[in-house]
């Protein structure tokens, strides 16, 4: 045994003696300060006697929280997440207790309720003291942190690849111009850094479906092809697809594999972390494409959760953000409510415990996952990150609560690019994001109605009665009226239609808004809807809320009409000739025109009212910072670069779509000499590649 592996074992025992000795006197604080813990159970017990015992008090509990607490954690596994928070804080309590029965004969005592912050503290305490007494040794620090970010023992040899690896990282909603604010305001001092050194900034476009699933499945597969929203309706299955649904999630990653001939941007040594979609990685967790299937315990979606949860002292301080985190939202709602802020929609319920989810277990596992993922030396990474997008639909994409937000996730980009230092390869990294959002009133909020009352309104069905009273529901019905020519019958003030039509399916993305009729099996003409509810589309197209539609024609084969009867047919669109798309922008035409020909595109596609000078939209859901259509900055996302990989695209030239950013992502990894994917890949038929 070599004199290095010596002094590494000597060093190693000294901080196991240093973190004990530490947690004994955490403890022996403790027990000074809360009344209902205590070490000594007699008057008569010597200080010797009581540091003794609590030495193997703490000592105990160092040895059940490593051998103990990763069968626990493999029993969470089976928890619902939401919950996962809470039991961390008891099953660690729990422990402590367990460790106080196995002291000497006059046993300690305390409270149960006692136990779990006693845990809390000494968890804390003792990482924190590992940490700082192996930051100053390198290799103690790297095996430290593989330790922490990944417990699947999958370490590689300490030296990796002279090649560099790849990091992608997406943040997740966080526009071009939000990002952009957020440097100048010195909110994000990482990413200040990278663009002041070593990174370049490129804004995007999206397609018509501005959303993590059609902008995910393109970056990672290839493909977004017949992605018409966040949730659509297939009536040759008779179902309802959403991407964030898991069996949806893997029917559209087969779908893409089968269209592009190859498995992904990932597919050689790669992991994919937090996402949707796998990309062809070997390496998953928290995918939600695998979650249906039964994979092998390293492949499973929820295997993150473990990798990260068997230490002990992540669990708590994550279980401790996660508290704090529900008390920061019902705070900011609160306040919000008081001060009655507008726009605002409701925050209660179950949103506090899926925000803290969101920004602070998700992010954290994630984090660590990547940080593993490098510390082994892995070619290619695509994490999400998911948590501005989740606070901004409630809080606005501009609010105080989101900048808290991009200040959090800062930290974890500092982290992750603090690691990289130590890896055992040099890695680049890449930043980029899904979409933007954009802000804006609910329809609802705005005009007293959802979408699906306005459409029944046009169809002339029955429509609540609160809706009714309202001036768009009364425009709604006046529109009926003029379309049929006569006056609407009426049933205590509800139209009640003749026939066996089933009513129409209304399904909202965002400021987009699906219209499908199921009993009719396959996508309705303009002409067939007119003859069926002849004042629908009026109805529609004439809302001050709605800033076009899309149709399919037997005369025109597709039209988007407008308001005022404007009619105009989808091959005829252009940036010069936009209708009713004018206040849309560059792009919207071609992104419509392409939607047009999905498959599984709606009966009538709705997208709402956009205001360019405010750059505000409409949501058809319950969100003031809403992305899924067009308008706005949802249709902005950005993707930033080290400028060691070649310009995303040249100068005059636009990134539209997400395919164009696979292609470019593909590109950089060849460049990083670690090719992913085939060169060239057979083609599907109507498939949009770069000739």
């Known amino acids: 045994m070599g004199a290095g592996r010596w002094r590494r074992i000597v060093s190693q025992i000294g901080r196991s003696v240093a973190v004990w000795a530490v947690s004994t006197l955490t403890m022996l604080v403790l027990a000074g300060i809360l009344p209902d813990f205590q070490i ?41 997440a939401l919950v996962l928070g809470l039991l961390v804080f008891f099953l660690n309590g729990f422990l402590l207790l367990v460790a106080l029965r196995l002291t000497p004969a006059d046993r300690p005592e305390a409270a149960p309720e006692t136990a779990v912050v006693v845990a809390a503290v000494m968890s804390a305490v003792a990482s924190a003291t590992g940490a700082a007494l192996a930051v100053r040794d390198d290799d103690a620090y790297r095996r430290r942190l593989y330790r922490l970010a990944d417990r699947r023992g999958t370490a590689r040899p300490m030296e990796g690849p002279t090649t560099p690896g790849v990091v992608f990282l997406q943040l997740d909603g966080v526009g071009h111009d939000v990002l952009v604010r957020a440097v100048e305001k010195g909110l994000m001092p990482t990413v200040a850094g990278l663009l002041d050194a070593t990174h370049r900034l490129t804004p995007w476009r999206t397609d018509w479906s501005s959303q993590t699933g059609a902008s995910q499945l393109g970056i990672l597969h290839g493909t977004n092809h017949d992605i018409p929203a966040f949730r659509w309706y297939e009536k040759d299955k008779g179902e309802v697809m959403v991407c964030n649904r898991p069996t949806s999630a893997a029917e559209l990653q087969r779908r893409a594999v089968e269209r592009t001939g190859d498995g992904g941007l990932l597919t050689v040594d790669g992991a994919s972390r937090g996402n949707l979609f796998s990309g062809g990685a070997d390496q998953q967790a928290l995918v939600l494409s695998i979650a249906v299937r039964r994979r092998g315990r390293e492949n499973r979606s929820r295997a993150g959760y473990f990798a990260y949860f068997s230490d002990p002292a992540n669990a708590v301080r994550t279980a401790l953000s996660f508290v704090a985190e529900v008390g920061r939202e019902i705070g900011q709602s609160t306040r919000a409510r008081m001060r009655k802020k507008r726009p605002r929609v409701a925050r209660g319920g179950l949103y506090p415990l899926v925000r803290a989810f969101a920004t602070v277990v998700e992010r954290d596992v994630v984090v660590a996952a990547v940080m593993g993922d490098m510390l082994a030396g892995r070619t290619a990474v695509y994490a999400d990150l998911v948590a501005y997008d989740e606070v901004a639909h409630h ?31 040099p890695y680049r990294i890449v930043l980029l994001s899904d979409h933007g959002q954009s802000p804006g009133e609910t329809f609802r909020g705005r005009y007293g109605l959802t ?109 988007v009409l407008g308001a005022h009867g404007a009619e105009i047919p989808v091959d005829a669109l252009d940036d010069e000739h936009p209708g009713p798309l004018a206040d849309f922008g560059p792009g919207a035409a071609s992104a419509v025109r392409r939607t047009h020909s999905f498959p599984h595109t709606a009966d009538i596609m709705v997208n709402s009212w956009y205001d360019p000078a405010e750059g505000e939209v409409l949501a058809f859901e319950e969100q003031i910072g809403s992305h899924g259509g067009l308008g706005g900055a949802q249709g902005r996302p950005f993707l930033m670069a080290p400028v060691a990989l070649s ?34 890949a057979p083609r599907g038929p109507g498939d949009r590649r770069a000739a």
Request: aromatic residues 2%; hydrophobic residues 40%; contains cysteine.
């Open 395 to 425: 809080s606005g994409p501009h609010s105080r609560d989101t900048e808290k937000v991009l200040q959090r996730l800062d930290r974890s980009l500092a982290l992750i690019a603090n690691v990289a230092e130590h890896a055992p390869r």
């Open 451 to 559: 979408l699906g009352d306005l459409v029944r309104a046009g169809c002339g069905l029955p429509v609540p009665r609160k809706a009714q009273r309202t001036h768009s529901g009364a425009e709604a019905r006046a529109a009926v009226r003029a379309a049929l020519r006569r006056p609407v019958e009426e049933n205590g003030g509800r139209h009640v239609p003749t026939g066996r039509h089933s009513e129409p399916l209304v399904l909202a993305s965002g400021n987009l808004g699906l219209i499908s009729f199921p009993d009719v099996h396959h996508r309705m003409t303009k002409e067939e809807i007119d003859a069926r509810h002849p004042a629908l589309l009026t109805t529609l197209a004439n809302h001050p809320g709605v800033g076009f539609l899309l149709v399919r024609s037997e005369e025109h084969g597709g039209v």
């Open 647 to 680: 310009v995303a695209v040249e100068d005059g030239e636009e990134l539209v779509g997400a395919e164009h950013i696979h292609r470019v992502l593909r590109r950089w990894l060849r460049e990083c000499n670690g090719p992913q994917v085939p060169l060239e």
């Open 40 to 80: 000594r159970t007699g008057d008569g017990d010597s200080a010797t006697r009581i540091a003794i015992t609590a030495a193997i008090g703490a000592g105990a509990f160092g040895l059940l929280s490593a051998l103990v607490w990763p069968v626990l954690v493999r029993l969470l596994l089976l928890v619902p």
